[in-house]
């Protein structure tokens, strides 16, 4: 018994020093948040990024589906704020009751974000940052893609995502 509980402690210290944080953040740009030209903007938020990170992801999501929002967020970099960046509807994936928003990574360490809407609805977004951990292993390049071929057969014919499963080629 004494065993079970020391593995499982190590388990869970195991997990917690691997694992990503994140932050959230619940907007409601109906509630009286105030109005820039056609947009309507949240209030501002504070961040709190791990010391050491390779990048921060970014998404969004709303419990209403197909939301035709234009969402977009901006950063504040050393007491400068940056350009407003969008944030995609993620059209591919279908989630039932949920639209999904999500945005190109975020390279720059940063103190503060804020969201901005072109439509005003009394949907409640959630906005989430990800933080993952710096990896300590070094990446092994590999030599799948040098031009040199090592054998003489012919190479097989290219199949991007449009011709998978039915309409794959047939030899």
Known sequence: MKKTGIFLI???IFFHANSQSSEEFKVNF???NE??????LS???EVNQPQEIPFTGISGYCLTQDVKNNLFFRILILGTWSEWFELTNDKEDYIENR????????????????FRSNVLKQEEFVFRLYFPPVSKKK????????KEVNCNCPMPQFCDRNCWGLNAPRD
């Open 10 to 12: 190590l388990i869970l």
């Open 30 to 32: 109906f509630s009286g």
């Open 35 to 40: 109005k820039a030209g056609d947009f309507y």
């Open 43 to 45: 209030e501002i938020f």
């Open 99 to 114: 639209t999904v928003f999500f945005g190109d990574f975020i390279q720059e360490k940063f103190e503060k974000i804020q």
């Open 139 to 146: 990446v092994r390049e590999t030599n799948s893609y040098e």
